[in-house]
């Protein structure tokens, strides 16, 4: 069997979305760079792979495939074992449901509260030497703060978001909140207990800790 | 197995409990569709809060389970009743195509049709004036997802293959409102598109879900001329 290949680059958090599941199942992988600063995501030869020219694109064997969850998601089921099903696909519609609801809630409530301070503090000043826009960055931790009050009530009833193991709604959340933590409001995690112990035991995840290595925390 | 009562709770009139109900006619359960006022802040109350944390709907209650997120609902409609719109053949590649289409859908087709949406329809039913720059930021994004979604059409039937999935299906509810600004020119210019529109919107289970939020928008006209 031939490595699967992910096309795209380490820093990126779509890209370490798909590395964090191909390490968490202990799959073999190539890391195909696509230089995205040098414009390479645009290319045809990348087109090719995903149209959307974004990254990652994912190929394993025939099979090209893109959008960063959809890739994961193929990765956990080619890979799963009994003990190890991180969509609880095989445990029952209850509980895959449960998985569907908070890794859409990662998407669409998580995200976009915390990724306009992500991308104010360290993205565009990195990338286009812009200056940070305190007013959206001050409106979207209003907004995280309503999100993290949610996900503290719910790590409080439920060990992980999920459930009571780890799943791919909690591994979601890894990329993000990685960059999060090195902005200047890592510090609003202090409010919440219950969450800020939920991510350090994500990141104390071996999984983790191996595709942490290949993202900067210094900018 | 006894039948246990699925229940939807929201504003028929919102794409995202549109979305739920698409699910539900298509995979042919019967279902209770709780009314609820955005007005009346129905979606702040203590127990739809219990319901649904982040306060916004739709929620589907199914037997003992609660699910909110429109799109974990629909995959677990489908997942229930109708996997053959979730999986496809049920092989690894079948699924992950059906995912792909699923991505696309929420985050590049989504963000433009929906910003789109808000300012060309909400924002003036809700009394305010439309931010032209912002459409027109949109309009551009749109149209280069178009192109890719006429090139994959031109070569697919469908979105994930040559079956009929919930990935074609979970556009149509924003495709709705979107087809009913001056944009919908955009698609109408993509032949494949256009023509894979117009088979989503004939469905029987599409135009049901329409029916509801008709009526829906009707009954909150009729209310709101009755409270001048």
Known sequence: ?219 | MAQTAVKVYGWAVSPFVARALLCLEEAGVDYELVPMSREAGDHLRPDFLARNPFAQVPVLQDGDLTLFESRAIARHVLRKHKPELLVGDGSPEAAALVDVWLEVEAHQHHPPTGAIMVQCILTPLLGGVRDQAVVDENVAKLKKVLAVYEARLSASRYLAGESLTLADLSHFPMMRYFMETEYAALVEELPHVKAWWEELNARPAARKVTEHAVNAAKLWALEKAEQQ
Not at chain 1, 39 to 60: C, M, R, T, W, Y
Not at chain 1, 125 to 134: E, L
Request: aromatic residues 12%; proline residues 6%.
């Open chain 1, 1 to 219: 069997m031939s490595p699967v290949k992910v096309f795209g680059h380490p820093m990126s958090t779509n890209v370490a979305r798909v590395l964090l599941c191909l390490e968490e199942v202990g799959a073999e992988y190539e890391l195909v760079p696509v230089d995205f600063l040098a414009g390479e995501h645009s290319s045809p030869q990348h087109v090719q792979l995903n149209p959307f020219g974004k990254i990652p694109a994912f190929q394993d064997g025939e099979l090209v495939l893109f959008e960063s969850r959809a890739i994961a998601k193929y990765i956990l089921r080619k890979y799963r074992t009994d003990d190890l099903d991180l969509l609880r696909e095989s445990r029952g519609i209850e509980e895959s449901a449960m998985v569907d609801v908070w890794t859409e809630v990662e998407a669409q409530q998580y995200y976009p509260a915390m990724s306009p301070v992500v991308f104010e503090c360290i993205i565009y000043p990195v990338m286009r030497g812009a200056a940070t826009n305190q007013i959206v960055v001050d409106e979207s931790l209003d907004r995280l703060r309503g999100v993290l009050g949610v996900y503290e009530a719910r790590l409080e009833k439920s060990r992980y978001l999920a459930g009571d193991s780890v799943s791919f709604a909690d591994l979601n959340h890894f990329p993000f909140t990685f960059y999060f933590m090195a902005t200047p409001y890592a510090s609003l995690f202090d409010e919440f207990p219950k969450v800020k112990a939920w991510w350090e035991g994500l990141m104390a995840r071996p999984a983790v800790q191996r595709v942490c290595k290949n993202m900067p925390t210094e900018f």
